[in-house]
């Protein structure tokens, strides 16, 4: 894996990176939307529990690949609304806390979800294989 900046381009608006390389023959390992919910099912409140529980959840996925949240090339978020943006930032930044390069990151607003609770989907895209993951 390589991450990538542009010289020329705008810089990125948050703590991401705008572009990944995977090289050729790594395994991409691609999960499904997660929502915030908890084994047991209950929701959260909070856009920040429930985007915690999000990359949890994805990062339960991950793992019985053999990977974890250090292989996250990728991030596509959903949130309800613009006033979600700071506690899912805030939340997405302190889940991959430590990481000399964040993933690569796309955020959407959107009307709502399959129930009225969720406030926060997130979809991950990770690799392994050639290169050693993102401490």
Same mark, same amino acid.
């Given at each position: $894996?390589?991450?990538?900046?542009?010289? &020329?381009g705008a810089a990125?608006?948050?703590?991401?990176?705008?572009?990944?390389?995977?090289? !050729?023959? &790594? *395994?991409?390992?691609? %999960?499904?939307?997660?929502?915030? #919910? @908890?084994?047991?099912?209950?929701?959260? +409140?909070?856009?920040?529990?429930?985007?915690?529980? %999000?990359?949890?959840?994805?990062?339960?996925?991950?793992?019985?690949?053999?990977?974890? *949240? @250090?292989?996250?090339?990728?991030?596509? !978020?959903?949130?309800? &609304?613009? !006033? %979600?943006?700071?506690?899912? $930032?805030?939340? *997405? &930044?302190a889940f991959f806390?430590? *990481?000399?390069?964040?993933?690569?990151?796309?955020?959407?607003?959107v009307s709502g979800?399959?129930?009225?609770?969720?406030?926060?989907?997130?979809? #991950?895209?990770? !690799?392994? +294989?050639? $290169?050693?993951?993102?401490?």
């Amino acid at each position: $894996m390589r991450y990538l900046r542009s010289t &020329d381009g705008a810089a990125p608006l948050a703590r991401y990176s705008p572009g990944v390389e995977i090289a !050729a023959g &790594d *395994r991409l390992i691609i %999960c499904s939307g997660q929502l915030g #919910v @908890s084994a047991e099912g209950s929701v959260p +409140g909070t856009v920040r529990e429930q985007t915690l529980l %999000c990359l949890e959840n994805a990062e339960a996925i991950l793992k019985s690949a053999g990977l974890d *949240r @250090s292989h996250v090339v990728k991030l596509t !978020a959903y949130v309800t &609304d613009r !006033a %979600c943006l700071p506690d899912y $930032m805030e939340a *997405r &930044d302190a889940f991959f806390q430590g *990481r000399q390069n964040p993933p690569a990151s796309t955020l959407l607003i959107v009307s709502g979800f399959s129930r009225p609770e969720f406030r926060v989907e997130v979809e #991950v895209v990770a !690799a392994a +294989g050639s $290169m050693k993951a993102d401490p």
